[in-house]
């Protein structure tokens, strides 16, 4: 069936899809992770996550390209009808010389208008922020997943850690159990 339209996808020709790509019902789009926050689903109970894209400067994006950044102790903030992203540690760039950005400095994210006022009102309810879980590039652009969580008390954390041993133990029975 060559030459027959809508049979595969322009650029695909030949190329048999991986199991993932099986799975998951599409290719992963050239999608590469930059930094994770993993911290942050240990702390939170994430309710939602957004997709924004992030206003960078030269040298930020080679460091970010690079593997070079931190979203440690970083928070979302809406001012002005405009969202940001604090405490977001990118490290300078070596050979960006004083081209290089500060580290800590404050960036703005890029997202449609009325998820930001989606954001805005879900986050003047008590117990609600904007906490980063990972950077990664897709087509080439950065981009931040954001969510909308709400903090763990210590009991919560607990109780998942227990859960996840739970979850281990008898998947490594079943292994166990099926040799």
């Not at 109970?45 to 080679?62: P, R």
Request: with cysteine.
């Amino acid at each position: 069936m060559a030459g027959c339209r809508g049979s595969t996808p322009a650029g695909d020709w030949g190329k048999a899809p991986t199991k993932r790509e099986k799975v998951m019902g599409k290719k992963n789009e050239g999608i590469k992770t930059a930094c994770e926050n993993r911290k942050a689903r240990h702390d939170y109970f994430i309710h939602e996550t957004f997709e924004a894209g992030l206003s960078l400067v030269g040298t930020e994006v080679k460091s970010l390209r690079a593997g070079r950044a931190n979203l440690k102790d970083s928070y979302g903030v809406i001012k002005n009808g405009e969202i940001f992203i604090e405490n977001m540690h990118i490290s300078p760039y070596e050979e960006g010389n004083r081209f290089n950005a500060e580290p800590l400095r404050r960036r703005k994210l890029l997202m449609h208008k009325a998820e930001i006022v989606k954001l805005f009102s879900k986050t003047r309810e008590k117990g609600f922020t904007l906490v980063p879980l990972k950077i990664y590039f897709k087509r080439g652009k950065a981009k931040l997943e954001l969510a909308l969580a709400s903090g763990k008390h210590n009991y919560d954390k607990r109780e998942a850690l227990k859960q996840k041993a739970d979850k281990r133990d008898i998947e490594r029975a079943m292994k166990e159990r099926n040799r």
